[in-house]
Structure formats: C-alpha cells, structure tokens
C-alpha cells in the first residue's frame, strides 16, 4: 500500500474504492453480550476475552464480509465484551460504495442480534399476541447504533491501530484491576480554572514543573537556515529537566513538542498533558498514554466538555492550552 493513492480520496470516488478501515460496532447497553474478560493471575497482559455463543456469530460475520465482498480481507479483528474493532482493507475497487458493505455487514449483524434475543412461544395462549407465524416474539435489534467507520491514510496509523486493537483486552484489564488512575475526576481546580481530569493527581504537587513550548523562531530558524543549536538545546534540555525530576507540563501540539513526548515516554518519565478535547463516559487514554496513565506517571486535564464531534483543534486553542501549561508551572 505504501505509495498508493487510495480511490476513496478522490473528487466524486468518496467512500468507494481502495483504501483501509477501522470499523467498530458496539452493544449501546454496554452489557457484556459477546464475552467475558478473562485475566489469569490478575496479569493484564495474560488478559482474553472467552467468547459467547453470540459473540462468535459476530466473529462470524465480520469474517464474512469477504463473501459479499471479494474485494475486501480483513486484516485483524479483536471481540470485546460489549463491542468488536476490525480492519478492513479494500485492495481493488468495488462495485458498490463501502457505505453499502457497512450497511450490509449492520443489517447481519441486526439480525444475529435479533435471534439471540428472541422468546419462544409462550405457554399461556392468552399472552401471545403479537407473535410470528413461527411463534416467536419479534426481538428489538440489539446493535441500534450504525457502525463507527474511521478511514486510515496517514503513515503510521495502520501499525498504531494494529497494536491498539491488538491491546484493547489488556488494556480492559488495566482499568479493571487499577481503576483510581482511569476514573474522571471532575472539577479539578487549578489556578483559577476548573478542569476534567485522568491519571495520577498527585503529579501536581510535584516540587517542581516544567511547561514543554517549542517557538516557532527556533523551528524557523532550523528549517530555512540550518541553525538548530536553539531547538536541539531546548529539547535536550526538557529531556535534562525531566531527568532531574521535574514534571513536564504541556499539550504537545507540534512535532518537536511530540518528539519529547516520545521521549518522556520511552524514558518513562512523569507528565502533564493538556488536552483540548473532554472526557467521555467511556474514555479511556489512547495507547501511547495508556501504560503511563496506569504506571501513574502521567495526568491528562482538560477544561473543556466533551464533543464526540469535535476534530481538529484551532490556533485559539493551542495558544490557550500553552497558556495552562504556564499557569500550571506557576510561570
């Protein structure tokens, strides 16, 4: 796939044609109707999930797909208890539009859901109103809610979605055996702003904190003239600080900025990260920040709501959340 122009990106050709999917369906209830966590010897990483009958059938189905769609291979799936992520890779055009695939493969899934929540025929003749000719009781569907479809172009972002799925009993795990770190913590105060908060609060009693802000002056100044003493020794210098002790605070917006954030990580270093997105009822840090969200080493705040339909974040808001690092860092 590397240096394919998938079809689906050009004008007039949108969601038909080749390209790569992350596809999740999930139980809206949230009951745990397709498995069961299982976490041998309370180890996270021993963590699997034992499927059921059900769950199984919607195996099944997503395996499926290449029936309807020979064009189509899904390339790893992962069942959880209440929901079920695969990727699919359309390798040739299709006939029909991927909105089609998605609304087949739901509608299968509907009616698996459908078989396994129906009633058989009621022995009181006088309760049977409304059944089939086949003396069942029609069954609301139990997957109401459309499937998520995320498409994939970046570079980097299949590996990173292999591993994230390939994680997410782990991860399930993580959160069931230390759920202090993963709870929302709500109306965290700090000077003068209320924020949401995930991970380890104690972090901001730290003795000392460092706010992580590359200037644009420096990036400049490497790009279009080849001087890049300022940023190489700024960046060295968060990674110093961190080595010393100091808890590094910021949003991490551009790529230096993620390039420490790397670092931090790799190092297993503490940090406070500034989100520009709330925290929904489900939420849970995204693989690169899980590990150290459950090590402790990290706390993620954010002063906004949560919009599932918020993408992107603006100017406004990276000027904002370079200000909280500040603020944060008593600067």
Excluded at 87 to 99: A, E
Excluded at 100 to 123: E, M, N, V
Excluded at 153 to 167: A, V
Aim: proline share 6%.
């Amino acid at each position: 796939m590397e240096g394919n122009r998938w079809h689906w990106q050009e004008p007039g050709k949108a969601w038909k044609g080749m390209g790569i999917y992350h596809v999740t369906m999930t139980v809206p209830s949230r009951e745990p109707l397709l498995g069961r966590l299982i976490i041998p010897d309370d180890d996270p990483v021993k963590a699997y999930v034992e499927r059921t009958e059900f769950g199984n059938r919607i195996v099944d189905e997503v395996l499926g797909i290449h029936n309807y769609y020979p064009e189509t291979r899904v390339l790893q799936y992962s069942l959880m208890p209440d929901h079920i992520h695969f990727i699919l890779h359309v390798w040739r055009p299709m006939d029909k539009t991927f909105n089609s695939l998605i609304r087949g493969f739901w509608q299968g899934a509907k009616k698996i859901g459908r078989t396994h929540t129906i009633k058989p025929l009621l022995i009181n003749p006088e309760l049977n109103s409304g059944l089939t000719d086949k003396g069942w009781i029609e069954a609301d569907p139990i997957f109401t809610e459309r499937p998520f479809v995320r498409p994939m172009s970046r570079r980097g972002q299949l590996q990173t979605m292999y591993d994230y799925i390939r994680m997410n009993p782990q991860r399930l795990a993580t959160k069931k055996l230390k759920p202090g770190f993963f709870y929302v913590q709500e109306h965290v105060e700090i000077g003068g702003r209320m924020y949401q908060a995930v991970g380890n609060a104690k972090l901001l009693q730290a003795a000392r904190m460092e706010p992580v802000h590359v200037r644009s002056i420096w990036v400049k100044d490497a790009e279009e003239h080849g001087a890049d003493t300022a940023l190489r020794g700024y960046k060295n210098g968060c990674a110093q600080a961190a080595k010393e002790g100091a808890v590094m605070v910021s949003p991490f917006i551009s790529e230096h900025e993620k390039a420490v954030l790397e670092y931090l990580l790799h190092e297993k270093l503490p940090i406070i990260y500034i989100a520009d997105n709330g925290f929904g009822k489900y939420y849970k840090p995204s693989a690169g920040l899980f590990e150290a969200v459950a090590d402790g080493r990290m706390l993620i705040l954010s002063p906004w709501t949560y919009d599932p339909k918020k993408k992107g974040v603006t100017r406004a808001e990276c000027i904002e959340m370079n200000k909280m690092a500040e603020e944060i860092c008593g600067i």
